[in-house]
T-cell receptor, first 117, second 115 residues
Framework: DTEVTQTPKHLVMGMTNKKSLKCEQH?????MYWYKQKAKKPPELMFV???????INESVPSRFSPECPNSSLLNLHLHALQPEDSALYLC????????????????FGEGSRLTVL | AQKVTQAQTEISVVEKEDVTLDCVYE???????LFWYKQPPSGELVFLIR??????QNEISGRYSWNFQKSTSSFNFTITASQVVDSAVYFC????????????FGKGTMLLVSP
């Protein structure tokens, strides 16, 4: 079982809806990430939170709004999405963002599969 | 800029065959990290290995082995005696010394192991 939990696993929403994706980890990690993965493509980084502060936004449209209420939780608020935003949204966490962190692992959740109608 | 190339889009093998997944990378950094992840149909990316640029020792873990060659900028992954459960998409990835924020994935290789 993954130690990064994402809910919901599946979400269908209309273009006018407002919804949120949630991610939780209890490994004491201080860095959390949102990735977007389209079918048959590699994951693409969207946002990075380090010590609960947004450190990277990869020019993601404002209809995606991340939030990190505390070190264990990461949300992605969705509003006015487009059908092309349909994808698998993966949350990940690591001890910190440093490449030299001693565990060397970036833990991923199972993802939330989003369909925008 | 970093780049990871996985030239094999899809590989099909029969159970018990050995299979090698290729990964070639480009980076200007002297310190960098290489990774392999497995993504089964469930969607979760499963960490398999991390290797830093200063450690060229090959590694074996059960049926898995990795061959890191800086001279050819390659980090290949071999599965010995493949099993149906090995069927998944495998991603090679690269990050620079600043860490996971710069993780670049290859396009992935889909491995299909049939009984």
């Amino acid at each position: 079982d993954t130690e990064v939990t994402q809910t919901p696993k599946h979400l269908v929403m209309g273009m006018t809806n407002k919804k949120s994706l949630k991610c939780e980890q209890h490994m004491g990690h201080r860095a959390m990430y949102w990735y977007k993965q389209k079918a048959k493509k590699p994951p693409e980084l969207m946002f990075v939170y380090s010590y609960e502060k947004l450190s990277i936004n990869e020019s993601v449209p404002s209809r995606f709004s991340p939030e990190c209420p505390n070190s264990s939780l990461l949300n992605l608020h969705l509003h006015a999405l487009q059908p092309e935003d349909s994808a698998l949204y993966l949350c990940a966490s690591s001890q910190d963002t440093s490449g030299a962190s001693n565990t060397g692992e970036l833990f991923f959740g199972e993802g939330s599969r989003l369909t925008v109608l | 800029a970093q780049k990871v190339t996985q030239a094999q889009t899809e590989i099909s093998v029969v159970e018990k065959e050995d299979v090698t997944l290729d990964c070639v990378y480009e980076t200007r950094d002297t310190t960098y990290y290489l990774f392999w992840y497995k993504q089964p149909p469930s969607g979760e990316l499963v960490f398999l290995i991390r290797r830093n640029s200063f450690d060229e020792q090959n590694e074996i873990s059960g049926r898995y082995s990795w061959n890191f060659q800086k001279s050819t900028s390659s980090f290949n992954f071999t599965i010995t005696a493949s099993q149906v459960v090995d069927s998944a998409v495998y991603f090679c990835a690269l990050s620079d010394s600043s860490g996971y924020s710069t993780l670049t994935f290859g396009k992935g290789t889909m491995l299909l192991v049939s009984p």
